[in-house]
């Protein structure tokens, strides 16, 4: 079964961090590119950070210098580091993964972060 599972969403308050986990299975995940996104209320649904297979990654402006996105193919995991947090950074954190020699995608369920003032 394709799947992707994040865990370590929360409530911190402004200036904390958190480290979200995204754990794959049911992918050949070493081979594929991979992202985390997220969605505030009433927002549409955002890349924050993206990885390659070999690990180059990109970022969105708003999370430049704060956020680290990173993978472990051995274990089938990505991580997203999120320091200096902001209430603007509150949202509904998915994990997402390309499968299928890139022809497909899968989403997990997403994990909410609750950044407070």
């Known amino acids: 079964q394709v799947q992707l599972v994040e865990s370590g969403g929360g409530l911190v308050q402004a200036g904390g961090s958190l480290r979200l986990s995204c754990a794959a299975s049911?992918?050949?995940?070493?081979?594929?590119?991979a992202g985390w996104y997220r969605q505030a209320p009433g927002k549409q649904r955002e890349l924050v950070a993206a990885i390659t297979a070999v690990g180059s990654t990109r970022y969105a402006d708003s999370v430049k210098g704060r956020f680290t996105i990173s993978r472990d193919n051995a274990k089938k995991m990505m991580y997203l580091q999120m320091n200096s947090l902001k209430p603007e950074d509150s949202a509904v954190y998915y994990c997402?993964?390309?499968?299928?020699?890139?022809?497909?995608?899968?989403w997990g369920q997403g994990t909410q972060v609750t950044v407070s003032a």
């Open positions: 997402n993964a390309w499968y299928a020699l890139g022809s497909r995608q899968v």
């Open positions: 049911g992918i050949m995940f070493s081979l594929n590119a």
